[in-house]
C-alpha cells in the first residue's frame, strides 16, 4: 500500500542537499517511492491515504554508528568506590561491573528503555555494541526481539573480550557467529526481521583481546564474509597497552592480524597518530566519533578533521549517551573548537557530513537499501519535527539551522520501513509507562549486584 507524507518543508539531506517547500514523500512498503512538491507527488498518487504535516520540517531518520543498549541502568547507579580518576578505572569499577550484574531481563528492559528514548528524538537507525557475561548465549535474540518490538532498525553484535576468561571469549564468538547466520537465513527467506536487523563482529577492545581470541575470531569472520565492530584507542591505555605487549601501535595491530579493511567498523579511533590514520583510510575501515562520551570520560578528542582529510569515512555515534543524536551534533560541532582554540575547526557542514553522509555509508554495510537518506529506492525512515524557523531555511544554510535551532525535542513523529512508530509525539510500538515502570522495580536488583561485584572485587 502506498502512503503519503504531505505539505512539509522536505529536506532530503542528499549530498548536496534539497529543501522542497510543501514537499511530500509516498512510501510504498518499507521504501519510499517519490520524493517532490505535494502537487507533483499528489498527482502521481491521487487516491494515496496521507499524513499532513502541517508545514513541519521533515528529514530522514537519525543514525546512531555506535551504542551500547546494555548501559542504561548505570543512571543514577551508586559506584559503591572511589570515583575513577581515568577510563581504565571507569571500564573497571563501573561498566565491566555493571555488565556482569546483567540478566535476560535486564538486557531487554535496558534495550527497550533505549528504543524508547531514540523513538522520541528521532533517530531510527542503531548500531550496538553488545556486553552481558553472565547472559551471552541468546543475549543477540533478546536486543532483536525489543528493536522488532519497538519498529526500529538496529545491527547488533556481541563484544569478544578476554576479561572473562576464555569460556566467555568462545561464547562470545559462538554468539556473534549464530547471530550472523541468523541474519542471512532470515534475509535468504524473506523474512520482514531480515530488513531491520543487521549484525557485526563484536570485538570489545584491542587491549582485552589476546592473540589467540583475535585469531579465532578472524577466522570466523572471514568464513563469514563480515567485518568488525571494535573500539579502538579511546584512551591514551589502548596506545600504550599495545606498544608494550605487541611492539606496535594498536590500528597497525589490528592490521596485521586482519580486523582492518572495508566492512570494520571502529569506535571513538582519539589516539591514533599520523600513521595510524592513513592505514585506517587505506585499509577502508569506517570509525564513529563520540563527542559527548569523549568529554565525558575524559580522554580527549578524536583528529576527526585529519581523519577525513586523509579520506577515512567518519560517522557520528553516542557510545550509550542518550539517542539525540541533534545533542551529538552539537557536542561535536563545539568540542572541537574548544579543543584546538579555533572557532575556524569543524564546521556545521563538517558535522553534518559525518551525522548524515558518514552514517548513511556506515550503514550502508549491513543494509541493502540506503538510510538517512531522503530519495526514492531509500528506506521509508522518516521524522517530522515542528521546528518553525525565524530566519530563512534554504539548502545552503540548514546544516546551521540543524546546529543552532534544531533538536530531538523538536520531533513529533517517528516513522521507520513506512512504519509510524510515533505521532503527535505519542508513541504507537511500546508502552512507555509500563516499561519504564517495570526498569525503575528492576533496577534495584542489578545495582544490588552491582554492589556485590564491587565489594567482591575489593575483598569485602
Known amino acids: 500500500m502506498t502512503w503519503l507524507i504531505t505539505h512539509g518543508r522536505v529536506c532530503t539531506m542528499e549530498d548536496p542537499p534539497r529543501v522542497l517547500e510543501d514537499g511530500a514523500i509516498a512510501i510504498d512498503g518499507d521504501l519510499i517511492a517519490m520524493v517532490g512538491t505535494t502537487a507533483e507527488v499528489r498527482a502521481r498518487y491521487p487516491d494515496a491515504e496521507a499524513l499532513d504535516a502541517g508545514g513541519q520540517l521533515v528529514l530522514p531518520g537519525s543514525i546512531c554508528a555506535h551504542t551500547h543498549f546494555y548501559g542504561a541502568f548505570a543512571r543514577g547507579m551508586p559506584l559503591h568506590d572511589e570515583p575513577p580518576s581515568n577510563f581504565p578505572h571507569i571500564l573497571r569499577r563501573l561498566w565491566w561491573r555493571l555488565d556482569r550484574a546483567l540478566d535476560e531481563k535486564a538486557v531487554r528492559l535496558s534495550a527497550l528503555v533505549c528504543l524508547i528514548d531514540a523513538i522520541r528524538h528521532g533517530t531510527t537507525t542503531l548500531i550496538d555494541h553488545h556486553a552481558s557475561p553472565s547472559c551471552i548465549d541468546g543475549s543477540l535474540d533478546i536486543l532483536a526481539e525489543a528493536v522488532m518490538e519497538a519498529g526500529l532498525r538496529a545491527c547488533l553484535c556481541y563484544e569478544v573480550t578476554d576479561r572473562n576468561g576464555p569460556d566467555g571469549a568462545r561464547a562470545g564468538i559462538e554468539e556473534n557467529v549464530r547471530f550472523l547466520r541468523q541474519v542471512r537465513e532470515w534475509r535468504a527467506a524473506g523474512d520482514p526481521r531480515g530488513a531491520f536487523l543487521a549484525a557485526s563482529f563484536g570485538l570489545h577492545a584491542a587491549f582485552t583481546v589476546g592473540p589467540e581470541t583475535m585469531e579465532r575470531a578472524v577466522a570466523e569472520a572471514r568464513a563469514l564474509e563480515v567485518g568488525f ?214 533496577a534495584p536488583v542489578i545495582w544490588e549486584r552491582f554492589r556485590a561485584i564491587a565489594e567482591s572485587e575489593r575483598g569485602l
Open 229 to 442: 565492530h571494535i573500539h579502538v584507542a579511546e584512551d591514551a591505555a589502548d596506545e600504550g597497552h599495545s606498544l608494550t605487549v605487541y611492539g606496535v601501535r594498536t590500528v597497525e595491530r589490528l592490521a596485521r592480524e586482519g580486523v582492518l579493511g572495508p566492512q570494520t567498523l571502529c569506535a571513538h579511533c582519539v589516539h591514533v597518530d599520523e600513521a595510524e590514520i592513513r592505514l585506517l583510510a587505506r585499509t577502508g575501515s569506517k570509525i564513529s566519533h563520540q563527542p559527548r562520551s569523549n568529554m565525558n570520560n575524559a580522554v580527549g578528542v578524536a583528529p576527526v578533521e585529519a581523519m577525513r582529510r586523509a579520506g577515512a569515512i567518519v560517522g557520528l555515534g553516542n557510545d550509550g549517551f542518550s539517542n539525540n543524536m541533534f545533542a551529538e551534533m552539537k557536542a561535536a560541532y563545539l568540542v572541537h573548537k574548544v579543543h584546538a582554540r579555533d572557532p575556524r575547526v569543524m564546521g556545521a557542514e563538517e558535522v553534518i557530513a559525518m551525522a548524515y553522509h558518514g552514517n548513511a555509508c556506515i550503514a550502508s554495510l549491513f543494509w541493502p537499501h540506503p538510510v538517512g537518506v531522503l530519495s526514492p529506492g531509500a528506506y521509508a525512515d522518516i521524522i517530522l519535527l515542528d521546528y518553525c524557523p525565524y530566519t530563512p531555511l534554504t539548502a545552503e544554510n540548514l546544516a546551521w539551522h540543524l546546529i543552532f535551532g534544531i533538536d530531538g525535542s523538536h520531533v513529533t513523529t517517528t516513522v521507520c520501513g513506512g512504519r509510524v512508530l510515533m505521532k503527535d509525539r505519542q508513541l504507537l510500538t511500546l508502552d512507555e509507562e509500563r516499561i519504564a515502570a517495570e526498569a525503575r522495580a528492576y
